[in-house]
């Protein structure tokens, strides 16, 4: 995987893949699956999440204020889904959907090899009546060699639209030439 | 277009498609393009989303606290991103793009009578270091009878991914059959 300037985290992200989220807690990793998730700023580049007392990684986060989010691509689809569906309390997700970790350069958590893209994040701020995480993203990683790019977007109830076709209108972008390149 | 119940606004909203808001201020209706926008809870349907001042929006947003956020689809792409490039305090938007404002139930924002998706929000929480706005999803029309129903997810620089192949692994979400329907 490349690293590229975390700027580009918005790149990612606006679009609203379906996510992963890796942490790692006396020293042991875990991931889970996340969909309520935005871009809150492009500079420096600022990410909300909603991550609750209902999932495993909700107490890794809180106690380490770190975490890796990685995006995950078609080909992985079920174990995305499947990810989503069992807790990292009774088992260990990396090893049950055949991920590999990879270690980050500025977080614990781990990075995913399977993804297209990794976003080293700190937690920043927060605001515990919506178990919103206000993150920031530190260091962004992209394989650049992969060919499947196609990012999976959940429209409820396990059913996700791959991305499909592409359109080019950046010579209407007139107002937002200063957005980080 | 047929109202479904606002519960459903997450089916909408967590794919991440690029949206319209609409918003009407001392009679006058304005719209503008948001990406940086999330789901935050199922029930009631909260949406996190960041209107800041330097969108003309953002004024009218404060003073009524109502908006409607609209979901386009790939056939009025041009229009989205024109109308994410220039300002309501100089064009009546709706008129240069062809849009027809149509009445809400619960708003006094207008529905967007070209879009996918309708969905009346009401502020109910803001957190101002962000600009960050809470709203609630009060009411949800859908247009059942279009036929283009492929969303937009932007890229960045006004590169959009529409929507393409449609993946069921419902059967895999055996832990959210909670979920709203």
């Not at 992969?146 to 007139?174: I, N």
Request: aromatic content about 6%; some cysteine.
């Amino acid at each position: 995987m490349k690293e590229v300037p975390a700027s580009g985290a918005f790149r990612q992200l606006e679009p609203g893949p379906i996510v992963l989220v890796t942490t790692r807690y006396e020293g042991t990793p875990n991931v889970m699956t996340m969909g309520f998730h935005m871009m809150i700023q492009h500079a420096p580049p600022l990410i909300g999440c909603v991550v609750g007392p209902w999932d495993h990684s909700y107490s890794a986060l809180r106690a380490t204020g770190e975490c890796v989010i990685a995006v995950p691509t078609i080909d992985i689809a079920r174990a995305v889904v499947e990810i989503g569906n069992c807790s990292g309390d009774t088992v260990d997700k990396f090893e049950r959907f055949g991920l590999t970790p990879q270690p980050a350069r500025s977080v614990a958590a781990p990075l995913i090899g399977e993804c297209l893209a990794n976003i080293e994040c700190r937690v920043v701020d927060s605001v515990e009546a919506y178990n919103l995480f206000i993150l920031e993203a530190e260091r962004l990683w992209i394989d650049t060699d992969r060919k499947e790019r196609r990012t999976l977007h959940h429209c409820g109830d396990g059913v996700f639209a791959a991305d499909g076709d592409v359109l080019d209108l950046s010579e209407h972008m007139v107002k937002w030439r200063h957005l980080p390149r």
